[in-house]
């Protein structure tokens, strides 16, 4: 199985290793599953929680740094991305992802974006968001992971998008 390149991607350290972390409301939180989800979901541990501003964190992958040479870039291996998110029961939100592959100039080679899909409040299960990058051309270098969202009704505390599992994996 393909190392997930995402450090602590469901929070069990906090925000260690996330970046241009952004805050919004009473910014992020990190909860233990179930939590207020439904309990359908593949996995254990945690998951992190938003609010009612828009909270967003990033990670940059450093492809060479990881140990992939340039050559096994160059030939394009699929990059596999994926993401869990899971609304409330009692409050709808808004989920974003933006995975951006870099050069090393860090210049954009190929993207995915979702943009600010709502998830109803009526719907507290799991689902994954996953893609694939193939023939996108020799040169990427950088890998750049962002989500973010928020809830929908703007109450006090975590009651936006839940998010973990985040991975982004090589194929090569």
Not at 24 to 30: E, K, P, Y
Not at 148 to 169: A, F, H, I, M, Q
Request: glycine fraction near 10%; aromatic fraction near 12%.
């Amino acid at each position: 199985m393909p190392k997930n390149l995402i450090k602590n991607p469901c929070g069990d350290e906090g925000l260690k290793y996330w970046e241009d972390v952004q805050n919004g409301g009473d910014g992020w939180r990190v909860e233990d599953l179930p939590g207020d989800t439904l309990q359908n979901f593949p996995f254990h541990g945690k998951y992190f929680a938003t609010s009612f501003g828009l909270c967003s964190k990033s990670q940059v992958i450093d492809l060479l740094k990881e140990g992939y040479t340039k050559d096994t870039l160059d030939a394009q291996p699929h990059i596999v991305v994926s993401d869990w998110h899971a609304a409330r029961t009692d409050c709808g939100c808004s989920y974003d992802l933006s995975v951006q592959l870099l050069s090393d100039k860090r210049e954009v080679i190929g993207e995915f974006n979702i943009q600010y899909k709502t998830i109803p409040s009526t719907d507290g299960s799991w689902r994954q968001v996953s893609h694939t990058f193939w023939k996108y051309g020799p040169g990427v270098r950088f890998i750049k992971f962002t989500h973010s969202g928020k809830d929908t009704r703007d109450w006090k505390g975590w009651y936006g998008v839940r998010l973990t599992n985040s991975s982004v994996t090589i194929e090569a």
